[in-house]
C-alpha cells in the first residue's frame, strides 16, 4: 500500500502514524493493512478510574434509610476529581491503544450519542457502552443508549411517566441520534415518548423498568399502531432508510470530507441498511477506492483532540498535571466529557475562532520547545537558541509541568530524511509563500524543523 | 441604519480583508457618524437567588417560606413600600437613585429547565428549551452584522457559545498584551507573506490562514488601541473587578467593539446561602459602580447599556441547609443612561401563585429583552438574529 494512502487512512482512523510503523506497512497490500486494524480492535479494553472510593459509599447508602445531603456532596466532590482522571485516562488512551480504530470510533459516537453526566460511575459506564459498540451493531448500539443512567438522566427518560411524559429524548433519539431533522412529525414525538416511559435506573447505574410508570397504551408511531415497547420504537426507527443514510452521512463527513459526497453515501447507506452493522460499514469505506482519493486527503481540519493527541504521537509528552492538560482543552474548545450540549460540538471551521488558531499555531512550540520556534535564515547558525529557551523557562516553565520525549522521536524519524519530513507530519502540501519562507530557513536540527513544520496553518489539517 | 446597507458593508469589508486600511477607513465613518452604541453583558453563573436580590419585603409569604433565609426587614435597602435590595446592593440603590438601573422581574421562559448547563445553554443560544443550537445569540448577531472578530469580545479567556456563530466568532482576551505577544511571533507573518490570495477561504487551509490573519490583527487593533487609556478608577481587586476594568478601558479607548461579555461565578447556593451570595453580590455592585463611573469620567456611558442576567432563580422555599435549590424565573438588570422604564419595570412574581415544583411562574420570555435590545439599542433586525419574532418591551 503507498505510503502516503497509509498515512490518511491512519490520520482519520487514528492520530497519525510514527515513519517505523509506517515502513513497517507499507510493505502490506492495502486489504491486509485495513483488515489487520479490524483485527486489532476486535477486543475492547474498558477504560476506567478508580472508583471504589464512591462504590463503597454506594453500598453504604443502599442500606440506609434516608441519603443525607453530606454524603451526597461527598460523592460530588470525589466524582469532581475523577471525572478530570477519566478525561486524562482517555487522552492518555487515545494516544497509546493498539484499538486504534475502536477508540477512534468511540470518539466519533461521543458527539453522536452526545451525554454528560456529573456522576463518574454513571459518565464512565456510558463512555465504556460507546466502546463497546463502537463497531458493533447500530440496533443494539441505540437500545443499549437509551438505557444507560447518565442517559435517562441526561435527556429525562427518568422524569417520563405515564402521567406526566417528557418528550426529550423522544425528540433527541429521532432529531439527533437517528433520523435527524424533519424526517418525523411532533405526533411521533409525543407518542414514542410514551414509548419509554419507566425507563429508569439504579443507584449503581443500572438500568431498571418501572413497570408502574409505563404506558402500556397503543401508541401510532410512522403509521403503526400497537403497545409499543422503546425496543420497538428503535425497531421502526430502523425501518426508515433514512436512518441509515442519516448514519452514513455523519461517518462521512467525521472520517472523509467535511462535504458531502451524494453518490459515496448513497453507496454506504446501501451497505449499512442491510444489517445496520457498523464494521462492515466502515470496512466498505475504508476498502474503497474514493476514501484515498486526493480531493479528500488533508482537506478536513483537525478537532482540537484530533490536534493534542496527534501531536503527542509523534513526540510523546506527558502532563505532570491533569488540570494543566483539561486547561489546553478548555481553550482549545473541546474538553472531552464536558460537550456544549446534546447537539455537540459542530466541528469542522467551527472549531476555529481567534483565540483558537492562535493557540493552535503557537501550542506545539510552547508544549514541546520553550515557545521557540527557529527563524535562522540559511547557512547561519542559530546563536540565541539557548538563551531563549533559558530564558522563557525561567520565566513561564512552572506553567507547564510537561515531559517531553524527543528522544523517542529522534528514535522514530532516525531514518527520515529531512527533506522526507513534511510528509510524515503534514497531510497537505505547503502553501507558495510558507514553503519560499521555509526554504530561507536553515534546518537547525531534526527537532527544530518539526516544530516549524507543527507551527504552521497546514499542521492543522488532516 | 439600514439593514441592507450594513450586510453589504460587512461582506465588502470581509471580501477585502487582506486591504486592512481600507477596512480600518470604513469603520471610521461607521463610528463617527452614527455614534457608538455598545452593549456590555454580564452573566451571575450558577442561578442568583433573585429574591434575596430583590426582596418583596412586605410579604409575609417571604418570611414564611424562608425562616433562616429571610432577609430582616430592618437590613434591607428599601426602594419601593413592598421591594427592597440584598444588604449588599448599595452601589446599585444609587444608580437606582439616579434613573440608571431599570429592574425587569419574572424573567424565563417556558417549560424551563434545572440544569446550570442546559438552562445557561438556553439563555446563550436563545432557543426553545427543546431545541438545540450550535451557535449563540451574538454569534448570529456577528455573522449578521459584525465586521471582525473584534466585534464582540469576551472578557475571558476562551469563548462562551453565546459568541460563536455559523461564520463569525467573537475574540476572547482579558489581557491584550498577553494575546498580542502570543499571535505575534514573527514566524506567523512570515509564512503567509503579504499574499493576496483570493480564493483562500474556499477551502479549509484557506480558511485558517484568513483566521490567522485576523486574529492578529485584531490582537494588535485591541492592544494598540486600548493601551492608549489606562483607568484611574479604583476597582474592587478580584476576577470580575478585573474584567470590568480591562472592558471600561476597551470602551474608552474607542475600541470597534459591539458587545463585551462578562461573567461572574460561583451563585449556586445550596449550602449556607447568606454569606456566599453576599459576598458575590458586593463583588457585583461594587465592580460595577465603578465601571459606570469610569465610563462616565469619560464621557462614554451615555452609549453604553449594561445586562445583567442569570440562568435560572432559585426556589422560593428554602432548602434545608439554609440554602436554595434550582428555580425558574429571575430578575434581570438593565443599567445605562437612556432608559425609558426607570426602577422597577414590571411587578414582582406572586409566591403564592408557583409551578408544580414551587418555582415562581415566568411572565416575560428572556428573548422578548434581546429582542429589545437588538431593535432599539443595536438597531439591527432582531428576528434575524434570534430566528424568530418577539415583541420588544419597553425598557429603552
Known amino acids: 500500500m503507498k505510503a502516503k494512502h497509509i498515512q490518511h487512512l491512519y490520520r482519520r482512523i487514528g492520530f497519525g502514524i510514527l515513519p517505523t510503523e509506517l515502513e513497517k506497512l507499507s510493505k502490506k497490500r492495502k486489504k491486509d493493512v485495513v483488515n489487520s486494524l479490524f483485527k486489532a480492535s476486535k477486543s475492547m479494553t474498558l477504560l476506567e478510574v478508580d472508583t471504589s472510593e464512591i462504590k463503597d459509599i454506594f453500598s453504604g447508602m443502599m442500606n440506609a434509610s434516608k441519603r443525607d445531603s453530606e454524603t451526597l456532596r461527598k460523592i460530588q466532590k470525589i466524582s469532581r476529581k475523577k471525572q478530570i482522571e477519566l478525561n486524562a485516562a482517555w487522552i492518555n488512551r487515545l494516544t497509546k491503544s493498539p484499538e486504534v480504530l475502536r477508540e477512534k470510533m468511540t470518539l466519533f459516537w461521543a458527539n453522536h450519542f452526545v451525554c454528560e453526566d456529573n456522576s463518574i460511575i454513571y459518565i464512565q459506564q456510558f463512555n465504556n457502552t460507546l466502546r463497546k459498540y463502537a463497531l458493533g451493531d447500530f440496533r443494539d448500539f441505540v437500545n443499549a443508549v437509551s438505557k444507560e443512567a447518565a442517559m435517562t438522566k441526561y435527556l429525562n427518560t427518568k422524569q417520563n411517566r405515564k402521567q406526566k411524559p417528557n418528550e426529550n429524548f423522544a425528540r433527541e433519539l429521532m432529531e439527533l441520534f437517528t433520523l435527524g431533522v424533519g424526517h418525523y412529525s411532533e405526533e411521533d414525538i409525543k407518542e414514542s415518548a410514551k414509548a419509554f416511559t419507566g425507563y429508569s435506573h439504579n443507584l449503581r447505574g443500572e438500568f431498571v423498568f418501572k413497570q408502574r410508570a409505563h404506558d402500556e397504551g397503543e401508541k401510532t408511531f410512522f403509521g403503526k399502531t400497537g403497545n409499543f415497547s422503546g425496543e420497538d420504537i428503535i425497531d421502526i426507527i430502523l425501518e426508515q432508510k433514512q436512518c441509515a443514510k442519516y448514519i452514513c452521512e455523519k461517518i462521512y463527513r467525521y472520517f472523509v470530507n467535511d462535504v458531502s459526497d451524494k453518490n459515496h453515501i448513497n453507496a454506504m447507506t446501501e451497505v449499512f441498511y442491510k444489517d445496520y452493522n457498523i464494521e462492515n460499514l466502515m470496512r466498505f469505506v475504508l476498502q474503497s477506492n474514493w476514501f484515498y482519493e486526493d480531493n479528500n486527503v488533508g482537506t478536513k481540519i483537525k478537532s482540537p483532540i484530533e490536534f493534542l493527541v496527534g501531536m503527542k504521537t509523534m513526540v510523546p509528552t506527558e502532563f505532570k498535571e491533569p488540570k494543566q492538560l483539561l486547561y489546553i482543552q478548555k481553550l482549545l474548545g473541546q474538553i472531552l466529557l464536558n460537550p456544549p450540549n446534546v447537539a455537540g460540538w459542530k466541528g469542522g471551521r467551527n472549531w476555529i475562532d481567534s483565540n483558537t488558531i492562535v493557540l493552535r499555531l503557537k501550542l506545539p512550540s510552547l508544549l514541546l520547545n520553550d515557545a521557540y520556534i527557529s527563524k535562522v535564515k540559511d547557512g547561519h547558525e542559530d546563536a540565541q537558541i539557548d538563551a531563549k529557551k533559558a530564558m522563557f523557562n525561567k520565566k513561564f516553565g512552572k506553567r507547564f509541568k510537561t515531559e517531553v520525549n524527543w528522544k523517542y522521536f529522534n528514535n522514530q524519524f532516525q531514518n527520515v530524511g529531512i527533506n522526507d519530513f513534511q510528509n510524515h507530519l503534514l497531510a497537505c502540501d505547503v502553501n507558495d509563500s510558507a514553503k519560499a519562507y521555509l526554504q530561507s530557513l536553515e534546518k537547525v536540527s531534526k527537532q527544530e524543523y518539526c516544530i516549524q513544520l507543527m507551527s504552521l496553518p497546514e499542521y492543522q489539517m488532516c | ?396
Open chain 2, 1 to 396: 441604519m439600514d439593514r441592507r446597507k450594513f450586510l453589504k458593508q460587512s461582506s465588502l469589508a470581509s471580501s477585502l480583508f487582506f486591504v486592512p486600511s481600507f477596512v480600518r477607513a470604513f469603520e471610521d465613518v461607521a463610528s463617527s457618524k452614527l455614534g457608538y452604541k455598545r452593549l456590555v453583558i454580564i452573566q451571575l453563573s450558577g442561578g442568583n437567588d433573585g429574591l434575596n436580590t430583590v426582596i418583596p419585603y412586605r410579604n409575609d409569604l417571604y418570611y414564611k417560606e424562608r425562616p433562616r433565609l429571610a432577609i430582616a426587614k430592618n437590613d434591607i435597602i428599601k426602594l419601593t413600600d413592598d421591594v427592597g435590595l440584598n444588604p449588599s446592593l448599595e452601589p446599585l440603590k444609587r444608580l437606582y437613585d439616579k434613573g440608571y438601573l431599570s429592574i425587569i422581574n419574572n424573567v424565563g421562559y417556558p417549560n424551563p429547565i434545572r440544569s446550570h448547563f442546559r438552562s445557561m445553554d438556553i439563555w446563550q443560544t436563545a432557543t426553545d428549551s427543546d431545541t438545540y443550537s450550535q451557535s449563540g445569540w451574538i454569534g448570529r448577531y456577528l455573522d449578521n452584522y459584525g465586521k471582525t472578530p473584534h466585534s464582540a469580545i469576551e472578557v475571558d479567556e476562551s469563548l462562551s457559545l453565546a459568541m460563536k456563530g455559523e461564520h463569525l466568532n467573537a475574540i476572547a482576551t482579558q489581557d491584550a498584551k498577553a494575546l498580542y505577544n502570543l499571535s505575534k511571533d514573527p514566524y506567523f507573518k512570515n509564512i503567509h507573506g503579504h499574499q493576496n490570495d483570493a480564493h483562500l477561504s474556499e477551502h479549509n487551509l484557506g480558511y485558517l490562514y484568513k483566521s490567522m490573519i485576523a486574529a492578529e490583527s485584531s490582537a494588535k487593533y485591541i492592544f494598540e488601541t486600548s493601551k492608549t487609556v489606562s483607568s484611574k478608577k479604583e476597582y474592587p481587586n478580584n476576577k470580575f473587578g478585573n474584567q470590568m476594568k480591562t472592558t471600561a478601558q476597551f470602551i474608552n479607548s474607542h475600541l470597534e467593539t459591539k458587545v463585551f461579555y462578562t461573567s461572574l461565578g460561583g451563585f449556586d447556593t445550596h449550602v449556607n446561602q447568606l454569606s456566599r451570595q453576599k459576598r458575590l453580590l458586593g463583588i457585583y455592585a461594587d465592580s460595577v459602580e465603578a465601571f459606570v463611573q469610569d465610563l462616565k469620567d469619560n464621557d462614554t456611558f451615555k452609549d453604553t447599556l449594561i445586562l445583567t442576567f442569570s440562568e435560572f432563580g432559585r426556589r422560593v422555599k428554602q432548602n434545608a441547609s439554609v440554602g436554595t435549590d434550582h428555580g425558574t424565573a429571575n430578575n434581570v438588570f438593565v443599567i445605562g443612561e437612556n432608559l425609558k422604564t426607570q426602577g422597577f419595570y414590571n411587578d414582582m412574581a406572586s409566591l403564592s401563585d408557583l409551578d408544580d415544583n414551587g418555582d415562581l411562574k415566568f411572565e416575560i420570555d428572556f428573548r422578548t429583552i434581546y429582542a429589545t435590545v437588538l431593535d432599539k439599542w443595536l438597531e439591527v433586525d432582531d428576528t434575524i438574529v434570534l430566528n424568530k419574532s418577539f415583541n420588544p418591551l419597553g425598557f429603552i
